[in-house]
């Protein structure tokens, strides 16, 4: 599967299980799901689907108050476990079978804070030993490019369109994760589900 990127990043055909990291948000966990949880427990907004979630940033595309939408994120950042956080499907065990092939499972996030969500990916990950699974924190999305190529990642998974384009134009390979927020025509390869990028790492 040779993919055409954007500035002539050519896909590989398979990448290595150590050149593939992945976003946490949209990509492993259904942060959104659980912000229409919040918003319905804890706020009274049982209105919510997530297909009404068209654009990253909530405040442009729901009816809902800027305050409560900041306060609902920051009840999802801090306590994954109390607004019962959910992973993608197929996540937990595509990962589990990816551990068995690497060193290392790379995250890197825009969250601000780290040991939250990296608690909940141990608990999520329970074959895995909790050293292998390596989470970082940027607290911004221009900071992962830099991060990524540090780290001599080739391909990263992603749901944000925005840090796809900053991504290739550093000569990261960009995979979309297909959500309702990121749907408008792209060059980048898109993928719906963890089976689909399975397909994309050499696993012996």
């Given at each position: 599967?040779?993919?055409?990127?954007?500035?002539s990043f050519v896909f590989p055909q398979r990448?290595?299980?150590?050149?593939?990291?992945?976003?946490?948000?949209?990509?492993?966990?259904?942060?959104?799901?659980?912000?229409?949880?919040?918003?319905?427990?804890?706020?009274?907004?049982?209105?919510?689907?997530?297909e009404q979630i068209t654009d990253y940033w909530?405040?442009?595309?729901?009816?809902?108050?800027?305050?409560?939408?900041?306060?609902?994120?920051?009840?999802?950042?801090?306590?994954?476990?109390?607004?019962?956080?959910?992973?993608?499907?197929?996540?937990?065990?595509?990962?589990?079978?990816?551990?068995?092939?690497?060193?290392?499972?790379?995250?890197?996030?825009?969250?601000?804070?780290?040991?939250?969500?990296?608690?909940?990916?141990?608990?999520?990950?329970?074959?895995?030993?909790?050293?292998?699974?390596?989470?970082?924190?940027?607290?911004?999305?221009?900071?992962?490019?830099?991060?990524?190529?540090?780290?001599?990642?080739?391909?990263?998974?992603?749901?944000?369109?925005?840090?796809?384009?900053?991504?290739?134009?550093?000569?990261?390979?960009?995979?979309?994760?297909?959500?309702?927020?990121?749907?408008?025509?792209?060059?980048?390869?898109?993928?719906?589900?963890?089976?689909?990028?399975?397909?994309?790492?050499?696993?012996?």
């Amino acid at each position: 599967m040779l993919n055409t990127m954007k500035n002539s990043f050519v896909f590989p055909q398979r990448v290595e299980p150590d050149q593939i990291a992945f976003d946490i948000d949209g990509v492993v966990a259904d942060t959104m799901g659980a912000f229409i949880k919040v918003a319905s427990a804890e706020f009274g907004i049982d209105y919510l689907q997530k297909e009404q979630i068209t654009d990253y940033w909530l405040e442009k595309c729901l009816p809902i108050p800027e305050e409560t939408i900041l306060a609902i994120i920051d009840r999802l950042l801090k306590d994954p476990f109390g607004v019962d956080l959910m992973p993608i499907k197929g996540a937990k065990q595509s990962l589990e079978r990816l551990a068995a092939h690497s060193d290392s499972l790379t995250f890197v996030t825009a969250r601000p804070i780290r040991q939250p969500i990296l608690d909940w990916l141990v608990s999520l990950l329970e074959g895995v030993p909790r050293e292998m699974i390596n989470v970082i924190a940027t607290g911004q999305h221009k900071a992962k490019p830099e991060i990524l190529g540090g780290l001599g990642i080739k391909i990263f998974v992603e749901d944000h369109l925005e840090t796809c384009e900053a991504l290739c134009s550093n000569g990261i390979g960009a995979v979309v994760f297909d959500q309702p927020w990121n749907r408008q025509r792209t060059p980048f390869l898109r993928v719906s589900s963890w089976q689909e990028i399975m397909q994309l790492i050499k696993l012996t």
